[in-house]
């Protein structure tokens, strides 16, 4: 998070409450939400996550500009 510049309230704010979730194949999910993070940009941030019976294990987190690669239309 902190290499890639991504705040804390942001990424925990998608964890809370994403936009979408996405399960994997291999049994992760993505969590992932559009945000303006800064400069009147739009990223989507993404979040790759191993969810277990008690916890939650984030993998990795980062932003993209390439939201039509990854967003689903539902």
């Not at 008690?54 to 039509?68: D, E, H, P, S, W």
């Amino acid at each position: 998070m902190d290499r890639r510049s991504i705040p804390i309230e942001l990424l925990e704010s998608v964890l809370m409450e994403p936009q979408q979730v996405i399960e994997q194949l291999d049994g992760k999910k993505v969590y992932q939400s559009q945000m303006d993070l800064g400069g009147g940009k739009i990223y989507l941030l993404r979040t790759i996550v191993i969810e277990f019976a008690v916890y939650a294990l984030m993998i990795t987190a980062y932003r993209t500009k390439k939201i039509g690669k990854y967003w689903r239309e539902s």
